[in-house]
């Protein structure tokens, strides 16, 4: 083994030393909410249980810590990527983009000036500059731009400058991975404490009635009227004058702070709209009923002054009597119920299931929870807000004006519920219940989380509690609703009497006005009684007494009395309640008393030894009670003497309930019974015991102890969650303490055990209580973490030897302490040498007897593993089930006895005995393969298995912290080859190793288990020279073997790095499955890798640089992995192709391989530059790889560049230097797919992102959802794993990851709730993240142009590194990176020029297009640098050729199409770039003698005119018609210089395709194409190449433009012209195919026939028949479309627009045929321009002509702008119709259109039939529609008119040929056949066929010349009728039974229209069948009447 240098030493120790104990066992005082903690009162011997009790309240908590893993801080710094205010140490990154977006608003306000275009004939390309460039100012000029330096040099200088101020630390850039993922997170559990629900903070204000007379009392309480259950206690309040409370100074001895609170805090477990809070007031007790003591407040006012004030006054002195002489005794007054309903408002109702009850541990079974929703739920004591609980509630005082009045007979709860539940239907109540006015004001709010000077129900003060009193608050104590499983972990011990009913009606006449008081005493002494009853409002805090109040002359009397006890802590048979019966008299009798005894009751409040609760109707005894009386029950007192007098002979009359609200007194059987026994074990009792009604010898003790130790699982849930922590505590420490019973040593480890299991297993299944993400039960989590400790063992046995060392007799190695220095060193050899070495001495101990006695009482971790090992059937089913329970309670005792026994100091190995260690393995062995066999089962046991598999790897997890590491690691070594050995499923295989690992990797000591510093001495930089670099000439090639294979996953590397070998064979193994759900796997793999990284990259620990530098060489094989990983990365050029941004959501990803129309498209329009979208994945075999989704393939990414950023970088250099160029190649993709990865996005998106993500997401993704889960593959995978919501948007926004489903409703507002300044935040962290992954990639391209320019194969790497560079540039980047990047570019084309101008043509022409761009920034800085490349890139290339023609015309091309398409492009920065060109070329010294400065001035020249264009453009921006003019006109004027031209044809494609004008798009290609077909004609002439534009005609007649104007123009051989990539064959066939799949889009299937034709010819004489396949189904799809599709088709829509008004500028009086999309209604297009030109010249300007006659101008304002439009349809001549047959062949290749406009000779456009005109206009356009522009000019006008003969034959023949289509249709359409039927035989049917046979046909003509017509017309008639008959006939054969009728009726119909027609049809004129007669023919005539015919035929064949 190799020496470790003394670098190596510390840096491990630095990581955490091993010697050192990383678990901590610390006490933790428990938080306690109240100053004091609320104990037993004092001076009391306690029984055991209730002293157990208060101990489990009071003691501290014991949790056992990890040492080194970090502070929280780092843990939340890893988990959210972000530290609190660790996005203030970042420098902000400028991007330009959001420059931009900041200066845009202010442009553009008021009315636009309209530009029109004026000089048709269109300027040359090259003028003179419409301005001179100089005279504007340059910018500044880099310094040494023009210096010689050496290459070297340049590259150091430039090196330097990026190594200065970088981020250090990477991934605190980069948003967290998904928690999801995150299984190594263990959520730490809530800590237990007092279950507290929705406080709401109720506070009286004031009580008023119309008039204050006396003193009146509040009580309120809540009730829930759907449960009819009272769910709180009462609280007091006295709101009374001073004046009135002094009516009662006598009966207050003294008031008590306490008593004097005015406000509550109420608790609500489960809110509903059914609660209410219900108001009661009472006053003193007088005389009267209810209804005539309230009456003067129904009566009286106040206000009304004179004789209502004596009155007043009388009855104040009335009350004040009554008060003194009744003073302690109330009656009911009134009452009010108040709805809380819009407190808990409904949207919390519909949750309330999912959220409140989460709270109190409801959850559905199976969900895993996830972690930030468990601490969500940690950081409760469930606040209102979290519940939504009046999230909208701000406090709200309400206002309550009438109350009920008592009814004497209805005071029960029962009558109370009833009256609720008519208040809640309707308004009913008020009319039959009497109501009182007056005024009760109050405050509800929440209550917010700290109330100052508040006091618990049992009068504590809570904290903070200030010193200067003021009125306090009081807590109310809730009764909830159902269970709320919260276990105690305060003492609270009240009792809770409600007295109910009492039946005295057979009593005699002196009880009337009955009252009972109520005592808890404690013997029978009437000095017993204890002042342990709580007071009310205005008096002191404990009473001995209490009475109830009196209802006037009522035997019977119901009560609502609720009387609250505080129970004494020991209770004994003494104890019992009181009650005294008396008749109160309320009128004054002289000498009479006002009490009038009636008789007593009592009940004992134990029975055998448990407190009594419940409902009892007891007996009353009418005379004094004997002695003794309460030893027993007042129901079966045994006989005295003399006999007690009962009431109606002991019948029970008085009814009551009993309540106790208790942590000590379980009120369960079993659990008494559990308790009673255990106690009768650990003190001296006497036996027989007593155990509720039974009794039990010392014999019977352990059977019976067993007994209840099973039964225990039987007890209500509810009590057992009470008392878990006693109950557990309990079941351990009876499986540890050794027993003595009866002499008999008792053992009841096994039957505690399989209590504890059974237990486990209930809670985990139940439904009501809650589980975190690992599907741990949050109760017994809590349980272990806080409460559990080791059972203390009573030692009874023999104590013989203190129980300092257990040690076991067998021997052990064991090492002498060492000193910290050389414990690395150690442990390494540790690793190495066998364990039996005999160098180490070990020493031996004897085995003693002392031992032996020791070893007798067992230890809690030997016994718990034992017992797990050896249970069988159900128990070890459940056991491993819920393994993650024992493993903790392992781990915890294990920590702690290593912590007692003193034994971290000591060798681990020894520990532990040798028997439980084989216990550990084989736990872990039976747990593996139970996961294993459950793997196997179908799917829902996969759940439990990922459970069990996780829970086993904490358990190792935390071993590595406790035991013996070497023995962990073979347990690890086991578990994975023996899941190999069973499953087969390799995704789920790997999937559960990749989360055992990832957590195992989570260890804080992971670095040094990975024995991370072994990695210095095999790489050759180590800082102290090893053995072999030393004579490093010899063995050269070694080392470069040594150094290849660190980048490989060797074994060597795996023995060594053993969990990291692991874990990379996992990854590497993950992406290269194949198989149903694998990417869900590579997901998590990546994710694992990823967050291992980050947790290094953010551990203080790992800060220095040197530390990192080891890191990443131990990460080093990971690079080899994601090499050959390559073609599964996600294509990012695809997701987002660049400026049509789509997110890259998985969907996308998933689907690569088939991208849809629109992305292809989208590709097409816009990668011109590149020669293909995608990447070029040189040197890859083919296969068909699994693709990584975009987030996988990001994080995958972001490690590499990691590896990369913190690599030893001369390690990085070697290791490139000696790659073979194939993987060189690899690289280069890999930084390309980077570039594209890392991109910054923006603030704009997350903000976008966020509204609109949420608007859609909820209807839409649900059904898509739903739709897509149902689906298999892929898709369906994807659908299951993906939540919804945002994973489209990594980190986007962190809050909301965790809670998915929970969330959904509160979501929105979360979302968009996010502050401007988190908005920031996010993007300044997410721009650091993409300069600085930008730079690491720049770094890199250095590293490989470093390694690589010793090589010979830089010319093919030069491409790859100037595609990244380019590519990078092409990105969004900030001022940081362009600088940095310039200044690489710079040193490449002084290092590389020749190179570049020579091979790299293409890559050359992107990169003018790209520093172009650049130059027009906003950005002073990237300006400057853009302008210093681009003058370089000149500067050389003229050197290099001493012509730089190609560069000449590349920059002019980039500028042109630059031009036309950046929407952000700005002229006047890029003119002011030209300027600073200029400059440096006018100072360059060195080239001043040469023609450089003239070609560069003439060159800038150029560019400056096409500048002027630009500008034009620009004004046209908001009109696209305009614009295309404009566009056009540039392209025209580029006829000579083709390259130019073919940009601009592709600007204008681009434009269309925005605008969604596909087929317009595709005519520019299409012209663009044969643009370069005459150019390649000219070169070759190959005959499988098109012949020029000719060729094309086909496609359409416009292209013939294209052809040359003549050959001089140019000589395409010429330098620099046509040098573009397109003027290739493979340039041609791109041009055709993106032309083909945009007319495909824009549905024109046919014409994507003809550029095929072109196409195919090029493949087949190319061989390419991978292409020709493609190619050919293409066709097929075509075709497909066709046949399917035809009628449904819709082609364009065409109007006419004319424009008339002085304001049109050169537009006036010129008409043009606009194309439309289809279905364009006349209203949109005309809305559409009137809005337009209204905006131009304002809407008061701008006028429609409505109708389609000629426009007289003379009749026009001069000062408004007139639009005339018209609907025209395509007009063909009759033999053009012979040709177009096709619906397609109608609608393409269109010149003329036809409109017709209808008129009267007298101006009217509509009249009767007879004098009905009609003008019909035929428009010839300039070009065919389709063209390369959506609106060509109109060249000529012809006009005919119809008269009325005419218009009717034509109308005749429309209608037969409608009757024809219809009859004709296939199938056949019974509706459309009906519909026209019935519009010509109708008997309705306006100006009809008969009408108009009336008017033309019942008589001959007088006219000779209108002969012809008649006949004509009446030929029409024949045919109609003819038709209409065939069209009866077709409908009776389609009409279903129920149409019979209307057959009958049409056919009635049909007869009648014939029988009056038939006359007309068929007299004939005799004259025109003479020969002799002739007709003069006019001229006018035979012109029309050709016309006519074309008309006639369009109507006959198409329409």
Not at 227 to 238: A, P, Q
Not at 680 to 704: C, G, N, Y
Request: overall charge negative; some cysteine; charged content about 25%.
């Amino acid at each position: 083994m190799t020496h470790l240098n003394s670098l190596d030493v510390q840096l491990a120790q630095e990581l955490g030393d091993f010697t050192d104990d990383d678990l901590d066992v610390v006490f933790t005082p428990k938080e306690c909410r109240t100053l004091q903690p609320s104990l037993p009162e004092e001076g009391v011997e306690l029984d055991p249980h209730v002293r157990d009790c208060v101990q489990t309240y009071i003691r501290e908590w014991l949790i056992v810590n990890r040492k080194n893993q970090g502070s929280p801080e780092i843990c939340g710094f890893k988990k959210t990527g972000s530290r609190k205010d660790f996005h203030k140490t970042l420098p902000k990154q400028t991007f330009e983009s959001e420059t931009l977006e900041c200066s845009e608003p202010a442009a553009q306000a008021g009315p636009r000036h309209l530009n029109v275009l004026c000089d048709v004939s269109g300027k040359g390309p090259v003028t003179a500059c419409d301005f001179d460039l100089r005279s504007l100012q340059p910018d500044k000029r880099l310094e040494n731009l023009l210096q010689q330096v050496s290459a070297e040099d340049f590259e150091k200088q430039n090196e330097e400058a990026r190594r200065t101020n970088r981020q250090a630390e990477l991934f605190a850039l980069y948003p967290s991975v998904d928690e999801e993922d995150a299984v190594e997170i263990r959520p730490v559990p809530e800590c237990p404490k007092e279950h507290l629900g929705n406080r709401i903070l109720v506070k009286l204000l004031t009580l008023k009635f119309e008039i204050e007379i006396e003193p009146l009392f509040a009580s309120i309480a809540l009730y829930d009227v759907k449960e009819r259950k009272k769910i709180s206690e009462n609280f007091h309040c006295d709101l009374n004058s001073d004046q009135f409370k002094g009516f009662l100074r006598a009966h207050t001895p003294s008031v008590a702070a306490s008593s004097q609170a005015r406000s509550a805090v109420f608790s609500v477990t489960y809110p509903s709209s059914d609660i209410y809070l219900v108001v009661k007031i009472e006053k003193v007790l007088q005389q009267g009923e209810i209804g005539d003591c309230a009456e003067p407040y129904t009566v009286i006012k106040e206000s009304d002054g004179g004789k209502s004030k004596e009155k007043i006054e009388k009855l104040k002195l009335q009350a004040e009597s009554f008060c003194q002489r009744l003073g302690k005794y109330r009656m009911p007054f009134a009452w009010a119920p108040i709805s809380l309903s819009s407190f808990f408002n409904v949207s919390t109702l519909e949750r309330e299931v999912t959220d409140v009850d989460s709270v109190v541990g409801r959850s559905s079974v199976g969900e895993r929870r996830t972690l930030a929703q468990s601490r969500r739920l940690s950081e409760r004591a469930l606040s209102l807000e979290e519940n939504g609980v009046g999230s909208n509630f701000k406090t709200s005082t309400l206002s309550v004006s009438s109350f009920f009045k008592q009814e004497g007979d209805r005071l029960s709860d029962e009558d109370l519920f009833k009256f609720l539940a008519d208040y809640k239907r309707s308004s009913s109540l008020q009319r039959r219940v009497k109501s009182i006015p007056g005024l009760l004001r109050l405050e509800i709010s929440t209550a917010p989380e700290i109330i100052n000077c508040c006091l618990t129900p049992e009068m504590l003060p809570v904290k903070p509690f200030p010193e200067n009193r003021t009125r306090p608050h009081k807590e109310i104590l809730e009764f909830p609703t159902r269970e709320v499983y919260v276990p105690h972990t305060v003492y609270r011990n009240l009792l809770y009497v409600y007295p109910q009913r009492l039946n005295f009606v057979n009593k005699l006449a002196s009880a009337r006005n009955i009252t009972i008081k109520i005592q808890f005493m404690c013997g029978e002494d009437a000095s017993n009684a204890m002042p342990v009853i709580f007071g009310k409002s205005s008096g002191p805090e404990f009473l001995q007494e209490v009475y109830t109040a009196v209802t006037y002359h009522n035997k019977s009397p119901d009560f609502y009395e609720e009387v609250k006890i505080k129970l004494p802590a020991k209770l004994t048979v003494n104890h019992h309640l009181l009650f005294t019966f008396y008749h109160i008299s309320c009128q004054q009798k002289q000498g009479a008393s006002v009490e009038t005894l009636l008789g007593y009751s009592w009940l004992p409040i134990l029975l055998n030894e448990r407190l009594q609760t419940g409902s009892y109707c007891l007996p009353v005894a009418l005379e004094k009670l004997p002695p003794n009386y309460s030893m027993h029950s007042a129901e079966k007192v045994p006989l005295q003497n003399p006999p007690i007098k009962w009431a109606e002979g002991h019948k029970g009359v008085f009814n009551i309930e009993v309540q106790a609200v208790s942590s000590v007194h379980t009120q369960d059987n079993h659990l008494e019974k559990f308790f009673t026994l255990c106690h009768s074990l650990e003190s001296q009792v006497t036996f027989p015991i007593r155990v509720l009604d039974q009794k039990i010898s010392e014999m019977a003790l352990e059977h019976e102890l067993k007994l209840s130790i099973i039964c225990l699982n039987s007890s209500r849930l509810e009590p057992l969650v009470l008392f878990l922590h006693l109950v557990l505590d309990k079941l351990f420490q009876l499986s540890v303490q050794p027993m003595v019973i009866a002499g008999q040593t008792a053992n009841f480890s096994q039957f505690a055990f399989e209590s504890v299991v059974a237990i486990a297993n209930s809670l985990h299944n139940s439904k009501d209580l809650s589980k975190d993400q690992h599907g741990r039960n949050c109760l017994l989590a809590s349980y272990v973490h806080y409460v559990f400790r080791l059972p203390e063992v009573q030692r009874d046995v023999p104590k013989s030897g203190a129980p300092t060392a257990l040690l076991d007799p067998r021997s052990y190695h064991t090492y002498g302490r060492t000193s910290a220095a050389a414990v690395s060193s150690k442990l390494l050899q540790a690793r190495v040498m066998s364990s039996s070495n005999p160098d180490l001495a070990g020493t031996h101990s004897a085995a003693d007897e002392e031992v032996k006695n020791i070893m007798s009482s067992k230890h809690f971790h030997e016994e718990l593993a034992l017992q797990m090992v050896v249970s069988t059937g159900m128990v070890r089913e459940t056991v491993f089930k819920y393994a993650w329970f024992f493993f903790e309670l392992l781990v915890k005792s294990m920590a702690q006895h290593v912590h007692n026994m003193d034994k971290r100091d000591s060798f681990r190995r020894t520990r532990f005995s040798d028997r439980f260690m084989d216990d550990i393995t084989t736990i872990v062995n039976v747990v593996t393969s139970e996961i294993a066999a459950l793997l196997v089962k179908p799917q829902k046991e996969n759940e439990q298995a990922e459970k069990m598999n996780i829970s086993l790897a904490f358990f190792l997890y935390d071993l590595l912290s406790l035991m013996d590491r070497g023995f962990v690691f073979n347990l690890i070594r086991h578990y994975c080859s023996q899941l190999s050995a069973k499953l087969s499923n390799l995704p789920t295989l790997i999937s559960m190793r990749l989360e055992f690992l990832r957590i195992l990797c989570s260890h804080e000591h992971y670095l040094n288990l990975n024995l991370f510093f072994m990695n210095a001495d095999t790489a050759p930089t180590s800082p102290c020279p090893s053995i072999s670099s030393q004579n490093s000439s010899s063995c050269s090639s070694f080392q470069d073997q040594k150094i290849a294979s660190m980048f490989d996953l060797t074994s060597e590397y795996r023995q060594q790095h053993f969990l990291t070998g692991l874990l990379f064979t996992e990854l590497a193994a993950a992406l290269d499955a194949e198989g149903e759900g694998i990417s869900k796997v590579q997901r998590k793999a990546v994710s694992a890798i990823h967050s291992l990284l980050s947790s290094h990259d953010l551990d203080p620990r790992c800060v220095k640089p040197e530390v990192k530098v080891k890191i990443a060489a131990l990460y080093l094989p990971l690079v080899g992995i994601i090499l050959d990983a390559l073609p599964q990365l996600c294509d990012f050029t695809v997701a987002d192709t660049r400026r049509y941004r789509t997110s890259g959501s998985d969907e996308e990803q998933e689907g690569a391989g088939a991208i849809n129309q629109n992305v292809a498209l989208a590709i097409a329009g816009n990668n011109f530059n590149l020669k293909t979208s995608g990447i070029v994945l040189s040197s890859l075999p083919y296969k068909q790889y699994n693709m990584l989704n975009a987030d996988t393939t990001r994080n995958l990414m972001i490690c590499f560049l990691w590896i990369m950023k913190n690599a030893d970088q001369s390690l990085i250099r070697k290791w490139i230097a000696d790659l073979p160029s194939t993987q060189l190649n690899r690289i280069l993709d890999l930084l390309f797919i980077c570039v594209l990865c890392f991109e910054y996005k923006g603030k704009q998106s997350s903000d976008k992102v966020s509204t609109q993500v949420l608007q859609k997401s909820r209807d839409v993704k649900a059904r898509l959802e739903e739709a897509l889960l149902r689906g298999e593959g892929a898709r369906g995978e994807m659908m299951r794993r993906r939540a919804p919501g945002n994973d489209r948007f990594p980190g986007l926004n962190e809050n909301l990851r965790w809670k998915k489903e929970q969330t959904h409703w509160r979501q929105a507002n979360e979302k968009l709730d996010k502050t401007k300044a988190e908005l920031d935040q996010e993007a300044l962290i997410s721009g650091n993240l993409a300069t600085e992954a930008h730079l690491i990639i720049l770094d890199m391209q250095e590293n490989i142009i470093q390694a690589s320019s010793a090589l010979d194969c830089k010319d093919s790497l030069l491409g790859g590194v100037l595609r990244v560079l380019v590519n990078s540039l092409n990105c969004d980047q900030s001022t940081t990176y362009l600088t940095h990047c310039f200044a690489t570019l710079r040193a490449l084309i002084a290092k590389f020029g020749d190179l570049l101008f020579e091979e790299e043509v293409e890559q050359c022409f992107d990169l003018c297009h790209q520093v172009l761009h650049h130059c027009s920034s906003s950005m002073d800085v990237t300006r400057s640098q853009a302008c210093a490349t681009l003058y370089l890139l000149m500067r050389f290339s003229f050197g290099a050729t001493s012509n730089f023609a190609r560069v000449k015309m590349q920059v002019t091309m980039s500028l042109a199409s630059l031009v036309g398409r950046a929407p952000d492009f700005n002229e006047e920065h890029l003119r002011r770039s030209l300027r600073t060109i200029l400059a440096y070329s006018e100072e360059d010294t060195a080239m001043q003698m040469t023609p450089f400065p003239t070609q560069v001035e003439e060159l800038l020249c150029n560019l400056n005119s096409i500048l002027y264009d630009t500008v034009k453009m620009r004004e046209f921006q908001e009109d696209p018609e305009m614009l295309m003019d404009l566009m056009y006109r540039i392209a025209k004027s580029y006829q000579a210089s083709p390259d130019l031209r073919l940009t601009w044809l592709q600007n204008m494609a681009e434009k269309h395709t925005k605008k969604k004008c596909y087929t317009e798009a595709a005519m520019c290609l299409v012209h663009a194409a044969a643009l370069v077909a005459e150019y390649l004609s000219m070169l070759e002439d190959h005959s499988y190449l098109p012949v020029g534009s000719v060729s094309f005609q086909n496609i359409s007649s416009n292209v013939l433009e294209e052809s040359v104007v003549s050959e001089d123009t140019l000589s395409p051989d010429e330098d620099g012209v046509c040098a573009g990539q397109y003027f290739t064959e493979s340039g041609l066939v791109g041009l055709l195919e993106q032309a083909a799949e945009l007319f495909s889009t824009g549905g024109l299937y046919e014409t994507v026939n003809e550029v095929y034709k072109l196409v195919i010819p090029i493949l087949e004489a190319h061989r390419e028949f991978r292409k020709l396949t493609l190619t050919h189904s293409k066709l097929q799809r075509a075709f497909d479309s066709i046949v399917n599709k035809d009628h449904k088709r819709m082609f364009g829509t065409y109007f006419r627009v004319g424009f008339f008004g002085s304001k049109f500028g050169d537009l006036d009086e010129q008409e043009f045929v606009y194309k439309e999309p289809a279905i364009t209604k006349l209203p949109e297009i005309s809305h559409r321009l009137e809005a337009f030109y209204g905006q131009c010249f304002g809407a008061e300007f701008v006028e429609v002509i409505k109708d389609s006659t000629p426009v007289d101008k003379t009749k026009l304002d001069p000062n408004k702008a007139y639009i005339q439009i018209t609907f025209v349809e395509p007009y063909f001549d009759e033999y053009e119709m012979k040709d177009r047959v096709t619906y397609f062949e109608k609608n393409f290749n269109l010149r003329r259109f036809m409109y017709t406009t209808p008129f009267t000779l007298e101006g009217r456009p509509r009249g009767e039939l007879h004098e009905q005109y009609r003008r019909n206009t035929v428009l010839t356009t300039m070009h065919a529609f389709p063209y390369i522009k959506t609106r060509i000019s109109v060249i000529q006008k012809e006009e005919f008119v119809l008269t009325p003969i005419e218009v009717a034959i034509e109308d005749m023949k429309k209608k037969t040929l409608q009757l024809a289509v219809a009859i004709n249709q296939e199938p056949p359409d019974a509706k459309m056949l009906q519909m026209v039927l019935q519009g010509s035989v109708g008997a309705t049917v306006n100006q009809g066929p008969l009408e108009v046979a009336q008017v033309f046909l019942a008589e001959i003509p007088a006219d000779p010349k209108l002969y012809r017509h008649h006949n004509k017309l009446r030929l029409c008639f024949k045919e109609f009728i003819m038709r209409c008959g065939e069209a009866v006939e077709k409908n009776k054969r389609l009409i279903t039974a129920d149409q019979r009728e209307y057959q009958q009726e049409l056919k009635k119909n049909y007869n009648k229209l014939k029988e009056n027609l038939r006359p007309m049809i068929e007299r004939k004129i005799p004259e025109l069948y003479k020969p002799i007669f002739r007709v003069e023919s006019q001229k006018r005539d035979s012109f029309h009447r050709s016309s006519f015919r074309k008309c006639e035929t369009q109507l006959s064949q198409g329409s």
